[in-house]
């Protein structure tokens, strides 16, 4: 059973830098799966913001693609997430989940994580 | 880019049936029968019902169906019940380094 758990700072302050992490268990991140994230600012829909495959090929959002890092640590089987200059717009849940290539589909989830930026 | 299409709201009463579009351009969809749907309920995190246009994933209730004509994909349910109330979302593999398209969403309600 895969299983996706999304943890870091709840409270971000403007301008400053968003870090997420996300630890996957019950398969291997190093594995021929898209890996990334997905947010929900408050009331509003699902934004896709970024992948990694193979732990080396990144594909990101237009919107964002100049502010976001998504990288993986083998060693400890997670994926993390760089938002940097972030702004009360960045005001989201965020998501990790794991793509599937062979149909584009989203099958696991994280949980989500709320992050908030504010000073 | 912009989303895809979707109505933000629909309702229907139990029992009823209701279709939920779900509109992009020729690029949107790049070509390809890569369209997905997600299920949220509030406080959660989306779930999968269907994906390749018109597949379930198993432990999907057979209530749930896809299609897709032109560049309208079209999520359809059946029998609507009252746990059937979530938002809806469609999504679609673009061809380029932006690889997923969502839809604005809709919020689905079981009068």
């Known amino acids: 059973q895969v299983q996706l758990q999304e943890s870091g700072p709840g409270l971000v302050k403007p301008s400053e830098t968003l870090s997420l992490s996300c630890s996957v268990s019950?398969?291997?991140?190093?594995?021929?799966?898209?890996w990334g994230w997905v947010r929900q600012p408050p009331g509003k829909g699902l934004e896709w913001i970024g992948s990694?495959?193979?732990?080396?090929?990144?594909y990101y959002s237009m919107s964002l693609k100049s502010r976001v890092t998504i990288s993986v640590d083998t060693s400890k089987n997670q994926f993390s997430l760089r938002l940097t200059s972030v702004t009360a717009a960045d005001t989201a849940v965020f998501y990790c989940?794991?793509?599937?290539?062979?149909?584009?589909?989203?099958?696991?989830w994280g949980q989500g994580t709320l992050v908030t930026v504010s000073s | 880019q912009s989303a895809l299409t979707q109505p933000a709201s629909m309702s229907a009463s139990p029992g009823q049936s209701i279709t939920i579009s779900c509109s992009g351009t020729?690029?949107?969809?790049?070509?390809?029968?890569?369209v997905s749907w997600y299920q949220q309920h509030p406080g959660k995190a989306p779930k999968l019902i269907i994906y390749?246009?018109?597949n379930r994933p198993s432990g999907v209730s057979n209530r749930f169906s896809g299609s897709k004509s032109g560049n309208t994909a079209s999520l359809t349910i059946s029998g609507l019940q009252a746990e059937d109330e979530a938002d809806y979302y469609c999504?679609?593999?673009?061809?380029?380094?932006?690889?997923?398209?969502f839809g604005g969403g809709t919020k689905l309600t079981v009068l």
């Open positions: 390749e246009v018109g």
């Open positions: 999504t679609s593999y673009r061809d380029s380094d932006s690889l997923v398209l």
């Open positions: 019950g398969h291997s991140i190093d594995s021929a799966y898209y």
């Open positions: 020729t690029s949107d969809f790049g070509g390809y029968n890569y």
């Open positions: 990694i495959y193979r732990t080396q090929k990144t």
């Open positions: 989940a794991r793509l599937r290539g062979s149909s584009w589909t989203f099958d696991y």
